[in-house]
């Protein structure tokens, strides 16, 4: 494919990212991170993200589903993913998590189980988009290009 | 006439259960050229620095090895399972092997009283996560302050007064 379609695809995916708040300037703190002698540090992290929050999302669901619910137990995990989301400038997903803790707070299950719908959904956008830049940024690379940077 | 001396590499020793923020502030860090040790819990920086943890159950003592291991800076989470960033904080200080060492402590919650606690129980930072490079900039003093108090120390034997300065306090964002 041509490089400059690549990187066009690259810059026009990441802005999209950015303006639909899906990614925050904590990402853009992350790929400042990354250097030739760390050349795959985001998708280090992003990766470790996606087993971490997928694991808790799991546990979420199920403590959710639980016939008495432990809020204290679901506000946990939900602390613990909103603190991952916040690290990797994940926005979206942080919002949903600040929403849900407050209905933990409120002992209230059906806020509970709208914001468990909300975290789904979130969660599957944001590692179906993510997935999608790191393939056409490991296709720019293969066709020795540069990853163009965020302005 | 003096020689030029590489720069020694300062050792950050960071503690935190999260392994997403653990591979973030060793790349924080290292990126800011020190050298780094992270853990995933107070009792294992404990360990790590030497000192017996009498309520964790599979302590290892490694007091031996590690006397040889300088800690620069500690930097670690509040929140954590067990020992929380705050209990390894007092212990650190009431280590009197220890207690010089600047210990900095990192939250995603923005609780003054809680700052407030810290501070007080002699920590030298707060920094709000997630921690920036910028966050990492403010370490250095810390660490050079403790150098420079060894030498203060040193030099007013005599026994002149020697008037302390206040840490600098700065964990608003």
Known sequence: MDLSLLQRTYSDLLSSLFTEGI????????????????????????????????????????????????????????????????????????NVCQGFRDYCEANDPQGCFSCMQQLNQEFLTFKSKLETLFKVEQQIVASGGSVPMIQ | ????????????????????????????????????????????????????????????????????????????????????????????????????????????ENIPSRINRCMEEGADEFFLKPVQLSDVSRLKPHILKKSTKCEDLNQNKSGTTISSSTNNISGNR
């Open chain 1, 23 to 94: 990614l925050n300037q904590q990402f853009t703190e992350l790929q400042q991170l990354q250097d030739e002698n760390n050349p795959g540090f985001v998708y280090e992290v992003v990766s470790l993200f996606f087993d971490d929050a997928g694991r808790l999302i799991n546990e979420l669901g199920s403590n959710l589903n639980q016939q008495v619910v432990d809020y204290k137990k679901i506000d946990a995990h939900v602390h613990q993913l909103k603190g991952s989301s916040a690290s990797i400038g994940a926005q979206r997903i942080r």
């Open chain 2, 1 to 108: 006439m003096a020689a030029v001396a590489t720069q020694p590499q300062f050792h950050v020793l960071a503690v935190d259960d999260s392994v997403l923020d653990r591979k973030l502030i060793e790349r924080l860090l290292k990126t800011s050229s020190y050298q780094v040790t992270t853990v995933d819990s107070g009792s294992k920086a404990l360990e790590f620095l030497g000192l017996q943890d009498e309520n964790s159950e599979d302590a290892v003592s490694f007091s031996s090895h590690n006397q040889e291991v300088e800690v620069n800076l500690i930097i670690t989470d509040y929140c954590m399972p067990g020992m929380t960033g705050y209990d390894l904080l007092k212990k650190v200080k009431e280590s009197s092997s220890l207690r010089d060492i600047p210990v900095v402590i990192m939250s995603s």
